[in-house]
């Protein structure tokens, strides 16, 4: 009995074993490789598939989904002969896992090999400063070349990307040193352009100061102006409607003549022609009252002697004028 138990123990196993390699479950976004004997037979997509035990036997299971692979920093010489180090990305996809196990040994490897040739060639034409500022012209030619090599791979290369590209340290403080003096440069420009602007804004302002301190002047002498005539026409209306006689004229002539004579740089006057008449009415007024100053009346056209008329000061006049030095 116990060898029975044994020999159905075994074939237990044995069945076991064989719904096991039987029934194959592959994921989602996966496929699998079946050979026979060693020959490709057929690709297992995702789900419940069958496959003959011991006769059939699965070679390589594929992940059919966009990998990313990163490269490390290749050494890469420009066309003015400069190093400069490169790091890449590339973003691929298996389209076809039979070709992707039998076309290439190693996929991955031969893609990053692809990518360091691809790469020399291109940065090779290339001098230093269209390398920094050339990344998306790199990116598609190196994607162009890579799709069309791959592609007999089952191999679909979706994007490429550099990550970094580092000159050599002695070309990144020549270029740090460019930028601070490109900075400087654009530094000193806007202040000198603000201060060019401020300039201007304060002269114009100080002129339209100018204009309007000056208009405001204008203004003010206009209409002190017009108010002196103002007054003058008042008062000649005002003597006009009050009738003065030829005594109330000399009366106000008399009253002037202090003033004209006030200060201490007033050492010639002129005595207006027409205050003799005037002078005369006055006379012929006052010797209606009686005598003046002792019995003598007031002649305005004495000699002068006496003290009272105008000849006497016009030859005073005179003589002041003769006393003055000519002037040059």
Do not use: C
Request: hydrophobic share 40%; net charge negative; aromatic share 4%.
């Amino acid at each position: 009995m116990q060898p029975i138990i044994i020999v159905l123990i075994i074939l237990v196993v044995l069945v076991f074993i064989a719904l096991v390699k039987t029934i194959q479950v592959i994921p989602q976004a996966s496929a699998a490789i079946v050979e026979r004997f060693g020959r490709y037979t057929r690709t297992l997509n995702a789900g419940l598939n069958i496959v003959v035990p011991f006769i059939d036997s699965i070679r390589n299971r594929i992940d059919l989904r966009e990998q990313v692979v990163p490269f490390p920093p290749q050494p890469v010489i420009t066309q003015d002969n400069l190093v400069v180090n490169i790091d890449t990305v590339i973003y691929y996809q298996v389209t076809d896992a039979r070709a992707a196990t039998y076309e290439v040994a190693s996929y991955i490897q031969a893609i990053e090999q692809l990518t360091v040739t691809t790469l020399r060639n291109i940065i090779g034409g290339m001098d230093l400063e269209r390398t920094l500022t050339s990344r998306e012209e790199i990116n598609a030619a190196l994607r162009g070349v890579l799709d069309e090599a791959t592609g007999k791979w089952g191999i679909r290369v979706n994007r490429v990307e550099l990550k970094a590209i580092e000159p050599p340290t002695s070309i990144q403080d020549s270029m740090e040193k460019q930028m601070r003096a490109d900075r400087d440069k654009r530094a000193a420009i806007l202040q000198a352009e603000g201060v060019r602007q401020s300039e201007i804004l304060r002269a114009e302002g100080e002129k339209q100061s100018s204009i309007l301190r000056a208009e405001g002047e204008a203004k003010a002498a206009a209409l002190k102006a017009e108010g002196e005539a103002q007054a003058i026409r008042t008062v000649f209306e005002s003597i006009h409607a009050g009738d003065a006689d030829q005594k109330l004229l000399a009366y106000q002539y008399l009253q002037m003549l202090p003033k004209i004579a006030e200060g201490d740089a007033n050492k010639l006057w002129i005595v207006p022609s027409e205050i003799g008449d005037a002078l005369k009415g006055l006379s012929g007024a006052m010797g209606n009252f009686g005598p003046l100053g002792g019995g003598s009346g007031f002649n305005p056209q004495g000699s002068g002697k006496d003290g009272g008329g105008i000849p006497a000061a016009r030859d005073k006049d005179s003589a002041e004028r003769r006393e003055q030095p000519p002037i040059d």
